[in-house]
């Protein structure tokens, strides 16, 4: 599996961003995803998750109701809209897929990473 994160830049608190990842070399319906973020200095950590078909979803409490994760089987491509950015959202942005499918908030039980987007959030 491939996979290519895009989106990021710079944006002014309380703007809104989305990014994208597209997938290939695996059917994309057959694997969760996910969001993973981490700011300078600190540790990788877990932002939002979704199941295979886009039924079941979860977020960090960080996050929650101000990002949305989204995917398009259709286009292999998984979605987190971004909204109320807060200067503490600023990190580089990974997308994540988990083959046993089930969205798990644990990083290392991803499969494949995609190289990262950064996010600047300016107060």
């Known amino acids: 599996v491939q996979l290519q994160a895009s989106g990021g830049g710079l944006v002014q608190a309380g703007g809104s961003l989305r990014l994208s990842c597209a997938a290939s070399?695996?059917?994309?319906?057959?694997?969760?995803m996910g969001w993973f973020r981490q700011a300078p200095g600190k540790e990788r950590e877990f932002v939002a998750g979704?199941?295979?078909?886009?039924?079941?979803?979860n977020y960090a409490d960080s996050v929650k109701g101000r990002f949305t994760i989204s995917r398009d089987n259709a286009k292999n491509t998984v979605y987190l809209q971004m909204s109320s950015l807060k200067p503490e959202d600023t990190a580089v942005y990974y997308c994540?897929?988990?083959?046993?499918?089930?969205?798990?908030?644990?990083?290392?039980?991803?499969?494949?990473w995609g190289q990262g987007t950064l996010v600047t959030v300016s107060s």
């Open positions: 994540a897929a988990d083959l046993r499918a089930i969205a798990t908030m644990i990083s290392w039980e991803y499969d494949y």
């Open positions: 070399g695996r059917t994309f319906s057959s694997y969760a």
């Open positions: 979704i199941t295979l078909r886009g039924g079941g979803t």
